[in-house]
């Protein structure tokens, strides 16, 4: 979902969450579907990342329910991330949402650097 006419900076500033905008929100909260899109396009972006830096092809699953607490998974044929997002109404990063996103995608390499065979493993179907 590319918007045509905003610079990076722009595109950035719904996943910057400072600590006063924070501290603002209500504390209980139901994730509307601009907010759980933008969730889902934060992971299939780190997931397009795991893929570029593995050559495995990659996917993000997502399950939030109602009051904003689910499970984002990455896999292909290993479950390279598995992350509990909590309070979702409330997602966004700080300064460093680069920093974020580059340790979710460490952590997905190093296991699938730990079980290399299970990530390469064909699909039986």
Do not use: W
Not at 42 to 59: K, P
Not at 100 to 110: N, R, T
């Amino acid at each position: 979902m590319v918007e045509k006419g905003k610079n990076d900076q722009e595109l950035l500033s719904d996943y910057v969450v400072t600590k006063e905008q924070r501290r603002a929100m209500a504390i209980i909260g139901d994730p509307d579907s601009t907010l759980l899109s933008r969730i889902q396009l934060f992971y299939t972006c780190i997931a397009c990342g795991v893929e570029e830096r593995s050559s495995l092809q990659t996917s993000s699953l997502m399950t939030i329910n109602h009051d904003g607490f689910g499970r984002v998974v990455m896999t292909g044929r290993l479950v390279a991330l598995s992350k509990t997002p909590r309070d979702v109404h409330r997602f966004g990063f700080g300064s460093k949402l680069s920093g974020c996103g580059e340790a979710l995608v460490g952590h997905a390499m190093k296991i699938i650097f730990t079980f290399p065979d299970v990530a390469r493993a064909k699909s039986s179907t």
